[in-house]
């Protein structure tokens, strides 16, 4: 909590936020990580970047390794569609704290679950709201992404690694199976080899390896990784929303079809572009040799 506040504080020197619940005061040179409604007790929530247009969520169960009880997921469910709907919004962040990401799904809140209570629960479909947010979401993991946690990044569409991150599909040691992706979404990452090896031994793979593996895209020293997110969340927000959108549901169908149709569905999504005033500008722009106008979302 702390550090977070801390980086960002050091990040942003000018900005202050204000999230339309509780403001600062447009003089403090500082942002404060927090919470923004008492609404939400396993997550803080932050507006953050120089344009105050990222949303920034924090996991906050730090006694517990942000394990992902029920109760987590829904207003992380909550939080990402809040963001998803708003339009000063540009993308999200997911992060926990420097020792975990998430160390997976509550097993002390599994524990006496039984098939008929698991199954009427449903409790995954919370991760729906995730699935369905068009705009992009990126995980910055420092510490265990364990289990659900490798799960939810996974779920994410970058993710950004502190150097002692650490990630693995630890179920096979509890008796049971990966149930978010674990078993679907690994092996289109990082190859059934390597999905196979982590499924079956619960082994941890560190930062470099999943970076080697194509899991992480980038690995960045501990104190760095959420400033490094928030740039890349930047540089993200100053492109188009819309082309943003469509871009995303486009690499998105890779993982869902096969490569003729997907190459179908990316061509139309490519024409599709072309009926938006963003495409126009921006290679009007590239034409007349000139400065892009700020993207309309339109
Ligand atoms: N669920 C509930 N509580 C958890 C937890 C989890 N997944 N992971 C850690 N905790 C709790 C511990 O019980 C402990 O609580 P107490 O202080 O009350 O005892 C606290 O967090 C700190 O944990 P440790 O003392 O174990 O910390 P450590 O540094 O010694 O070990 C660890 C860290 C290797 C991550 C170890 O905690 C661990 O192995 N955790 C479980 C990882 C796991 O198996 N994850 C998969 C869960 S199942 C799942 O994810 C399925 C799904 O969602 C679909």
Not at 30 to 59: C, H, M, R, W
Request: glycine share 8%.
């Amino acid at each position: 909590m702390a550090s977070i506040a801390a980086i960002t504080r050091a990040l942003l020197t000018k900005n202050v936020i204000n999230t339309g619940r509780i403001a600062t005061s447009s003089n403090t040179s500082f942002i404060k990580f927090y919470s923004t409604a008492p609404e939400y007790e396993n997550i803080k929530i932050d507006i953050v970047g120089a344009k105050k247009n990222v949303g920034l969520i924090q996991l906050n169960r730090p006694k517990a390794l942000n394990a992902l009880c029920n109760a987590l997921f829904k207003e992380l469910g909550k939080a990402v569609k809040n963001f998803n709907a708003d339009d000063k919004i540009a993308a999200i962040i997911i992060t926990g704290n420097k020792k975990a990401f998430a160390a997976g799904g509550d097993i002390k809140e599994m524990q006496n679950n039984t098939y008929s209570s698991i199954t009427k629960a449903n409790v995954l479909q919370v991760w729906d709201n995730l699935l369905n947010c068009g705009k992009p979401i990126i995980a910055a993991v420092n510490g265990f992404a364990l289990g659900g946690g490798c799960e939810l990044a996974m779920l994410c569409d970058i993710i950004y690694a502190g150097e002692k991150a650490k990630f693995g599909q630890p179920e096979i040691n509890i008796g049971t199976i990966p149930g978010n992706g674990g078993t679907q979404r690994l092996p289109r990452y990082v190859g059934k080899s390597k999905a196979m090896e982590i499924v079956l031994t619960g082994n941890f793979i560190d930062a470099h390896e999943a970076e080697k593996m194509g899991l992480v895209s980038r690995v960045f020293p501990v104190e760095k990784l959420l400033e490094e997110t928030i740039k890349l969340a930047e540089r993200i927000g100053t492109q188009s929303p819309l082309i943003v959108k469509m871009a995303k549901q486009s690499v998105n169908q890779a993982y869902e079809t096969t490569l003729k149709s997907g190459l179908q569905y990316e061509k139309s999504i490519f024409y599709g572009t072309f009926a938006t005033e963003d495409r126009k500008e921006g290679m009007t722009a590239f034409v007349e040799k000139r400065a892009q106008e700020t993207f309309k979302n339109n």
